[in-house]
Nanobody, 120 residues
Framework: QVQLVESGGGLVQAGGSLRLSCAAS????????MGWYRQAPGKQRELVAI???????IYTDSAKGRFTISRDNAKRMVYLQMNSLKPEDTAEYFC??????????????WGQGTLVTVSS
């Protein structure tokens, strides 16, 4: 009932920048949080950044000072601006949105992922 579509991944050299986008659609009544996670090969999925509604943004330590999360509530979109990229940022990046559907039930949905590869 909720679809998330990510875009913006790709291949970039170390020190470069990328901007990821995620669009949420479906039977959404309200959104509580929008965030980004990543999963590198052979590793567990980890939080990168999250924007809880009405609360401060949260960043993983490795993203602080380099990545910026933002959202457009009217468009139901969340963005991740990634600067000063490092090879260790290479991973599949997933957006995650939580909220409530029209009619009341809560939802917690993941996008399909977008690959970010940073070459040294």
């Amino acid at each position: 009932q909720v679809q998330l579509v990510e875009s913006g991944g790709g291949l970039v050299q170390a020190g470069g920048s990328l901007r990821l986008s995620c669009a949420a659609s479906g039977n959404i009544f309200s959104i509580d949080s929008m965030g980004w996670y990543r999963q590198a090969p052979g590793k567990q999925r980890e939080l990168v950044a999250i924007m809880p509604s009405g609360r401060p943004n949260i960043y993983t330590d490795s993203a602080k000072g380099r990545f910026t999360i933002s959202r457009d509530n009217a468009k139901r979109m969340v963005y991740l601006q990634m600067n000063s990229l490092k090879p260790e940022d290479t991973a599949e990046y997933f957006c995650k949105v939580a909220g409530r559907l029209s009619g009341g039930p809560s939802f917690d949905s993941w996008g399909q992922g977008t690959l970010v590869t940073v070459s040294s």
